[in-house]
């Protein structure tokens, strides 16, 4: 039964309209102008099992609706007056929505516009207090709407129910209606309980396809069955089977109910329901499963992983300032006055340089990286790679050097776990401001007393606009010169060498830190030729170097997968390096190789620190061994992608990358006799998933190990200092496996890996080699990444290489202009 509101505006003709209106719940309509009734109109149904019911009205304009497949479209009125109407729906839709109970005509007109509501379910027809003209009618099914002609807007005369000679219709047509109104529960279980469905027409039994299909393709539908435990994966499966149950099952009214909405939200919010109490009987099973799932793999509320931690009432210090401006140094002499202390680097290099110092300062302390434990006997204080960190001890201060790298998007939930679960009383954090507000939060939930010490740089960085014009010949003696790939490292190396009298260092990622720690100490002394420095971004954290000028060879670099700009924190980290407080170059200087990546520097440089909204989790062993309970016999880097599938995260947090492990999890699949926990600890090894070498030799270890035997070093010393670049990479490889070597050794049975002394010591004398090899490389370096763009060859043999920034900046302005043209042309 339907109410029909009536009104128009008061600015309405009064003479301009009288007219009848029917409506029906129906899937067709026309509207037609009946030339036998002159001057009258005709409002029918097509459906040839509906009879036509024609109706009386007076108008002075012909009008015609045309038709429309579904009541969810609009339906249109066309001549000198236009109808649109929405589509039906029930008064209690399942959001709450009042809108959703109202279905509405409305008259647009080309002078002025008419509205018609049509509210569901209801028996009187109203008129809106601004409108006039309307009377109210009986509670038939055929609407009778009032009579005569308002002073001022629609005149509606009576309605003559030319079809009441069918009572069942007429609770038919109420019934469906009233559908909407019902409880799902009981919707469900007449559907249940039914022997069979009601015979529906072909036109009918493909709407209602549709329908459910738009359901199954419903994203809100999908997202709200999680709540039930319905996942992603069974979702679709789910709805198949209630597409089959509603078939064969459904009763009259409720199809045709369901049909009337048509492939709509509508429809969808009124089905979900009647889904949920079929999926909560007739999958059971799956439901207790995924629920136990989603349980395991909840990631949420990560504060509350560290009992201990949080029954503290622990002060955190956020040293929060560019670089260069005495964060760290400050952070470390409160650790160095604590009874007990851990400082937590970032690299086991850095972590290296404070287990120096620190003993140096006469305060004994330890070293703990993934491949080294060094005790010194006394100590009271480490100095640990962040992954190491132990959150089991109690400590007076704690340190957490570089906190910005928590929103890492692969090492971020190192960071994460330390500040979460750190048991200590006094926290320094030290790191630029992009973390500061989440660091902010986070101290909000844990209960934590945050400590905010802003810091500036204790000499501004200076650009020299000059640039070097492209030419190295231009560096100077304090010079070092930033390069983002290992090629174009010993490019440069060579050039420099071969075209002026400086020597360079070299420092770059694949490099060990010992080796590292050569090549700074050789740059940083004045008494040799030493004098450039030539680095990847892996200056940009650790080394203390007396650099003058940081000259960016170029500000692009390979991301894994195409040449990006390098991002502005990263440019600033690295620029920061030059004029560090108390090196021989206290004034900072930066600039580029070519004139045209100045612009693209002095950006870099002015922008502010971009806030982060998310820092990363891992979930701890126990956390997957749990999940892989919910899911037995799936492959180990199987159960990591389910588990990434349906973790579930705060808002603060993501789930950090973990292709890498993947990838290992993947080559170690045909390892036979690993456990669980093994599998998960193997693909935490430090190895170069790009270099097969280096990937054969852990798949060794894992199966050696997988068999309980010793595990084999079964590698060669090499016999001296690289000749060429092949042996310098096969340096680089074998103290790579090696450090592995003693990472496993440090993180399994030691007995399985008794070789660990050995390794060792080869890998001092390999970084040693490495050290030797670099202090005279003059070779090319050899191309491992096709498909590069090659540099520019200068007359004099001297190659300069293209300005990538440019070359991407003109890229990113075609693209711009590229897309102004197309929404031109779509304008
Ligand atoms: N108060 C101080 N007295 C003497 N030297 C200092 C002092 N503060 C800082 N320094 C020195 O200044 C240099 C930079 O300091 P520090 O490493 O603490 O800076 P930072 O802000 O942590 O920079 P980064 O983030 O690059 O590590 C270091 O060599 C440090 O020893």
Not at 220 to 242: C, E, H, R
Request: hydrophobic share 35%.
């Amino acid at each position: 039964m339907s109410l029909f509101r009536i009104y128009k505006p008061k600015s309405y003709p009064s003479s301009s309209t009288r007219l009848r209106v029917l409506l029906s719940n129906h899937s067709f309509y026309e509207l037609l102008y009946d030339p036998l009734i002159s001057q009258h109109y005709r409002f029918c149904p097509t459906a040839s099992d509906v009879p036509n019911r024609p109706f009386s009205t007076s108008a002075f304009t012909l009008f015609h609706l045309a038709p429309c497949k579904f009541p969810s479209q609009a339906l249109k009125f066309k001549a000198s007056a236009t109808f649109y109407g929405k589509p039906f729906s029930s008064s209690s839709a399942p959001n709450g929505d009042d809108d959703h109970g109202v279905s509405s005509l409305t008259m647009v007109e080309s002078e002025s516009e008419c509205d018609f509501d049509a509210d569901v379910g209801k028996t009187t027809v109203g008129v809106d207090d601004d409108d006039e003209g309307c009377s109210t009618v009986g509670d038939s099914t055929m609407v009778e709407l009032g009579n005569g002609i308002s002073e001022e807007g629609i005149v509606v005369d009576s309605m003559v129910a030319s079809d009441s000679n069918d009572d069942v219709g007429l609770e038919r047509c109420e019934g469906h209606l009233n559908v909407a109104s019902r409880d799902p529960v009981e919707v469900y279980r007449e559907l249940r309980n039914a022997e069979k469905g009601a015979k529906q027409t072909r036109c009918d039994w493909e709407i209602m396809q549709q329908v459910l299909s738009y359901f199954g393709k419903s994203g809100w539908a999908s997202n709200q069955a999680l709540a039930i435990y319905i996942g992603m994966s069974f979702f679709p499966t789910a709805v198949q089977k209630f597409r089959n149950f509603f078939f064969k099952k459904c009763s009259a009214d409720v199809f045709k109910y369901v049909v009337s909405l048509g492939p709509s939200d509508d429809a969808v919010k009124f089905l979900f329901p009647i889904f949920v109490e079929y999926c909560l009987e007739e999958f059971p099973d799956e439901i207790k499963r995924f629920r136990g799932m989603i349980k395991s793999a909840d990631l949420t509320k990560p504060h509350t992983w560290f009992p201990f931690a949080r029954a503290m009432k622990r002060k955190i210090v956020y040293h929060c300032g560019p670089t260069n401006s005495g964060k760290t140094y400050n952070a470390l002499q409160r650790f160095m006055e604590a009874k007990k202390g851990i400082y937590c680097s970032p690299l086991r290099l850095l972590a290296m340089e404070v287990f120096d110092k620190v003993n140096a300062h006469g305060v004994y302390c330890s070293l703990l990286t993934g491949q080294e434990k060094k005790y010194v006997p006394f100590s009271n204080h480490i100095a640990c790679t962040v992954e190491m960190v132990s959150t089991d001890e109690l400590y007076d201060v704690a340190v957490i050097d570089e906190i910005q790298v928590m929103a890492d998007p692969c090492r971020g939930y190192a960071w994460t776990r330390a500040l979460l679960g750190l048991k200590a009383d006094e926290i320094h954090l030290c790191g630029d401001p992009s973390v500061l507000s989440i660091v902010r939060k986070i101290c909000a939930e844990t209960g934590d007393q945050l400590h905010e010490q802003h810091y500036d740089r204790f000499k501004p960085l200076v650009v020299e606009a000059k640039t070097l014009l492209g030419d190295l010949k231009n560096v100077r003696s304090g010079d070092c010169v930033v390069a983002f790939s290992r090629r174009e490292i010993f490019e440069v190396k060579m050039a420099i060498e071969k075209h002026t009298n400086h020597r360079c260092c070299v420092i770059y990622g694949a490099l060990p830190p010992e080796t590292r720690r050569q090549q700074a100490t050789l740059f940083n002394d004045q008494d040799n030729e030493f004098d450039v420095l030539v680095a990847s971004d892996a200056v940009g954290m650790g080394l203390n170097l007396n650099i003058r000028r940081v000259i960016f060879y170029s500000l692009s670099k390979y991301n894994g997968d195409k040449i990006v700009p390098v991002p502005a924190s990263q440019v600033k980290q690295i620029a920061g390096r030059a004029g560090r407080r108390g090196s021989r170059y206290p004034d900072g200087l930066t600039t580029t190789l070519h004139l045209e990546d100045l612009d693209y520097l002095i950006e870099c440089l002015k922008q502010p620190f971009v806030e982060v909204r998310k820092v990363g989790l891992f979930p701890f062993f126990e956390q997957v061994e749990l999940f892989a309970g919910q899911l037995p016999n799936v492959t180990f880097c199987h159960l990591l992608e389910k588990f990434g599938e349906n973790c579930r995260l705060d808002g603060s947090y993501f789930l950090c990358r973990h292709d890498h492990i993947k990838k290992v999890a993947n080559m170690l699949e045909k390892v036979q006799g690993l456990s669980l926990e093994d599998r998960f600890n193997f693909c935490f090894a430090p190895v170069n998933i790009r270099d097969p070498k280096a990937m054969y030799h852990l798949l060794r270890f894992a199966s050696a190990y997988s068999q309980n035997v010793p595990v084999n070093i079964a590698m060669g010393m090499p016999k001296g200092s690289a000749r060429n670049d092949s042996e310098l990479l096969d340096l680089e490889t074998k103290h790579q496996v090696l450090s592995m070597y003693m990472w496993l050794s440090n993180h399994f049975k030691e007995e399985t890996f008794p070789y660990v002394k050995k390794a060792e010591a080869m890998a001092t004398d390999i970084a040693d080699l490495l050290g030797q090899s670099l202090t005279k490389a003059n070779w090319k370096p050899e191309s491992r990444q096709a498909g590069k763009p090659k540099p520019q060859r200068k007359e004099d043999g001297y190659e300069r290489p293209r300005s990538l920034i440019k070359l991407y900046e003109k890229n990113r302005l075609e693209k711009a202009s590229q897309n102004k043209l197309l929404e031109k042309v779509v304008a």
